[in-house]
Structures are given as structure tokens and as C-alpha cells.
């Protein structure tokens, strides 16, 4: 009844708070978000809060870190390492059996051949980092 004071016993209360912290740790780790159609290979690891844009391809071997976002139409073939906090714009790609660093932005339209080390921001194809890419195309 409104207004009314329930008293519970303490063990029902840890047991509650328990899966309070539970469902909280859940939240706070969330699922990758994949939006269809995608693909992405049985053999590939995925971390926590992804999220995959629409028409995009993870290849065999792919290992992608935690908190990226990979746009629409992005192509990531085999055995490449991509790590934390990575940003990929639409219709770029990344070729086979390459690291990419942490905190890493990649252009839409970029195509990937080489590593890229962490907090870099590149474009082009292929990728420089930007302020060569723009220094060399002007």
C-alpha cells in the first residue's frame, strides 16, 4: 500500500544489492551493437561496446579491442589486431595480418596497408597520417 513501510531482512537485502551490482557491471560492459547485414567470423574476437555499421565484413582471425566504432560498409581483412578506443570511417579498409594501435583514427574511404601505432589519425589511400597526407597532396 502507498505509504506504507516494509521491513525486510538483511539477507534480502544483500541479495538484492548483490544483483543491483550486478546488473550494473552488465550495463557498464555492453555487448557489441551490430547492425545487419553484417558479417563477422566465427573466428574473430570481438571486445566490449562495439558497435559495427551496416554492410561491413570482419574477416578470420580479427581481434578487435574494447569501446570502437567501425562504420557502415568498413571491410577488415584476416589476422589483423585493431585496439582500444579505434575509430574506422565508412568504406574504409584494412588489409591482412596488421596492428593497429590504440586510440586510432582512420578516415572514411582510407585503405589500410600498413600498422598504424597508437593515437594516430590517418586517411588517404593508402593511409599516411594526416598531417603528411596533407602536406603531400596539395
Same mark, same amino acid.
Given at each position: 500500500?502507498?505509504?506504507? /513501510? ?10 538484492? !544489492? %548483490?544483483?543491483? /551490482? =550486478?546488473? @550494473? #557491471?552488465?550495463?557498464? &560492459?555492453? =555487448? ?6 553484417? !558479417?563477422?567470423?566465427?573466428?574473430? &574476437?570481438?571486445?566490449?561496446?562495439? @558497435?559495427?555499421? %551496416? !554492410?561491413? @565484413?570482419?574477416? $578470420? ?19 589483423? *589486431?585493431?585496439?582500444?578506443? *579505434? ?30 601505432? #597508437? ?8 593511409? &599516411?597520417?594526416? $598531417?603528411? !597526407?596533407?602536406? #603531400?597532396? &596539395?
Amino acid at each position: 500500500l502507498p505509504g506504507t /513501510l516494509t521491513l525486510i531482512r538483511v539477507e534480502d537485502a544483500y541479495s538484492c !544489492f %548483490a544483483k543491483l /551490482l =550486478e546488473v @550494473y #557491471d552488465s550495463m557498464t &560492459k555492453e =555487448e557489441p551493437r551490430i547492425e545487419s547485414p553484417s !558479417f563477422i567470423d566465427d573466428s574473430a &574476437k570481438v571486445g566490449s561496446d562495439l @558497435y559495427l555499421g %551496416a !554492410f561491413s @565484413y570482419i574477416g $578470420r582471425d580479427v581481434v578487435i579491442g574494447d569501446n570502437s566504432i567501425i562504420a557502415g560498409q568498413v571491410g577488415v581483412a584476416g589476422s589483423s *589486431v585493431i585496439g582500444n578506443n *579505434v575509430k574506422i570511417g565508412g568504406q574504409a579498409g584494412i588489409s591482412g595480418h596488421l596492428q593497429i594501435g590504440n586510440n586510432v583514427e582512420i578516415a572514411g574511404g582510407s585503405g589500410v596497408i600498413k600498422d598504424i601505432p #597508437d593515437n594516430a589519425k590517418v586517411m588517404g589511400y593508402p593511409a &599516411k597520417n594526416i $598531417r603528411k !597526407f596533407l602536406k #603531400d597532396n &596539395k
